[in-house]
Each structure stands twice: as C-alpha cells, then as structure tokens.
C-alpha cells in the first residue's frame, strides 16, 4: 500500500525559506515520477514540481528559480526546497505519486497509471 506523508509546513515570512519532504511507503518508488501540488483558498490544485525517477525536473512558471525539488530514492523521500516564498505561495502542499507514464501539461501531471497523493502540509507565508 503506496501512502505519502508531507511534513515541513509552516508559517514564514515573506522572503524567507522552507523545506517540504515527503516520505514514500510502497515499492518502485525509484522509478515513479513525484511531484508536489498545492491549492490556496478558492483556488484549483496546481502543480509545482515535478521530478521523474530518472531526475529530470519540471517547474510551473512561479516556482522556476525560486524553487527546487530533488529526491532521495534510498530514502523514498522527496523535498522541495522553497525560498524567495512570497504571500500568494501560501497553500496547502500536497505530495503526489504517478505509477506510471506520465506528462507534464500545467496545472497538472498526467498519470498513465494509479496516482496517489499525500494528504497535505500548509504553508502560510505572512508578516
């Protein structure tokens, strides 16, 4: 049973940085395409990041060069490593799984196989 568990939430200030990670259970986890979502109040789920079991790595256009995600397959864990954050980066960030293929259209990623997601970890970003 595939289960995501998001820590690193939290409340900074605007400026300031953060660390998601994302510990993974299940197995083929080395080879699955991982990304982290978020969702602000009234507003759609959309991708963030992505990053594929090969490495290579995707950005939505607010988080090209202020974000980073990278992973650590020994430790089926993932992060996101967050900084410059600014008040309309406050969301819930979710961690997600993709099986298998997958795409990578904005807002979202499509899975070509059971996704999985985490259940979330809020980061406010306020003064």
């Known amino acids: 049973q595939v289960q995501l568990v998001e820590s690193g939430g939290g409340l900074v200030q605007p400026g300031g940085s953060l660390r998601l990670s994302c510990a993974a259970s299940?197995?083929?986890?080395?080879?699955?395409?991982m990304a982290w979502y978020r969702q602000a109040p009234g507003k759609e789920r959309e991708v963030v990041a992505v990053i594929a079991g090969g490495g290579s790595t995707h950005y939505a256009d607010s988080a090209k060069g202020r974000f980073t995600i990278s992973r650590d397959n020994a430790k089926n864990a993932v992060f996101l490593q967050m900084a410059s954050l600014k008040p309309e980066d406050t969301a819930v960030y979710y961690c997600?799984?993709?099986?298998?293929?997958?795409?990578?259209?904005?807002?979202?990623?499509?899975?070509?196989?059971?996704?999985?997601w985490g259940k979330g970890t809020l980061v406010t970003v306020s003064s």
């Open positions: 299940g197995s083929a986890f080395s080879v699955n395409a």
């Open positions: 997600y799984r993709c099986s298998g293929q997958y795409s990578y259209t904005a807002p979202r990623v499509v899975c070509i196989g059971r996704d999985y």
